[in-house]
């Protein structure tokens, strides 16, 4: 009633919903026992880990009550976790939105320019694509870049469940690809997988979608001979592994063919290039 005692005997459907979770399994509406004047237990399933929570019940016949817009509020933890996130610039996580190793994710990769460093994060996350916060040691994760010339980030541990890594890529491409592995031992804490416990790296929430790289700006000219191939990202900068000896000289592969004097005329090729020969 309007003082909060409890009233048997009057019928009513109830619907209770969870505003603060979009990705909760829907909640069967429930009939009061009008003999005690309440319902049975209601099964409540969320699926977004947060605090603040709250859930809300309506007359669902619209028979002339008030609903209660808010119970009191409460912190919804992440199960234990089960893998690897990867987050690319121009994407945003979205914790309860996913079945790892899909969903989770909104939003398009920006494409990168060779040469400028980006940073993409890394989450440790459960089931459902929250991350898992409390993990103690914290699981250590390397990216790897399909790109044949930049240096890999370091193999640091996460914090808190998230891991920031700066990566710069070199070469111009339309497929480059990044994925998150665990390293060595450190991996295998992710207690939502018994009995191995190994955090998993899968593919799409460890593994990029394919996405294009830009050439820098325009700084040379490279003269490509016959018998030479261009080779788009083999470069001699910062950001750039290092060459092995074997390997020739950055911008291109293979040797000149030797030219006769009484051949037909050489034909070479001048690529406008950026720093890194894309």
């Known amino acids: 009633d309007a003082f909060n005692n409890l009233v048997p005997g009057r019928p009513v459907t109830v619907s209770v919903n969870t505003p603060t979770d979009p990705y909760a399994d829907a909640v069967s509406t429930t009939d009061v026992n009008t003999g005690l004047g309440y319902t049975p237990p209601m099964t409540v399933t969320l699926r977004r880990a947060a605090t ?56 398009a990769i920006s494409t990168p320019t060779a040469g400028a460093p980006f940073t993409a994060t890394v989450n440790l996350v459960d089931k459902y694509m929250n991350v898992y916060t409390t993990l103690a040691p914290q699981p250590q994760v390397y990216l790897y870049t399909n790109d044949a010339y930049d240096i890999d980030p370091a193999t640091p541990p996460l914090i808190a469940g998230s891991l920031p890594q700066t990566d710069t890529l070199v070469t111009k491409t339309t497929s480059s690809v990044i994925s998150a592995f665990p390293d060595g031992g450190l991996g295998a804490v992710c207690t939502g997988n018994p009995p191995t416990n190994i955090c998993r790296a899968d593919a799409p929430a460890a593994v990029t979608q394919p996405f294009q790289v830009f050439a820098s700006t325009a700084v040379a000219l490279q003269v490509i001979l016959p018998g030479e191939t261009q080779a788009p990202g083999k470069c001699a900068q910062p950001a750039c592994r290092s060459l092995a000896p074997s390997e020739g000289l950055p911008g291109k592969n293979g040797t000149p063919t030797p030219y006769i004097v009484t051949s037909a005329a050489m034909s070479a090729k001048v690529y406008l290039v950026d720093a890194y020969f894309n």
């Open 52 to 107: 603040g929570h709250y859930l809300a019940a309506t007359d669902y016949t619209s028979s002339g009550l008030s609903a209660d817009p808010q119970s009191s509020t409460f912190t919804v933890n992440a199960a234990a976790p089960v893998g690897f996130q990867l987050v690319m610039p121009g994407q945003s996580a979205v914790p309860g939105s996913g079945n790892y190793p899909s969903g989770g994710l909104t939003g």
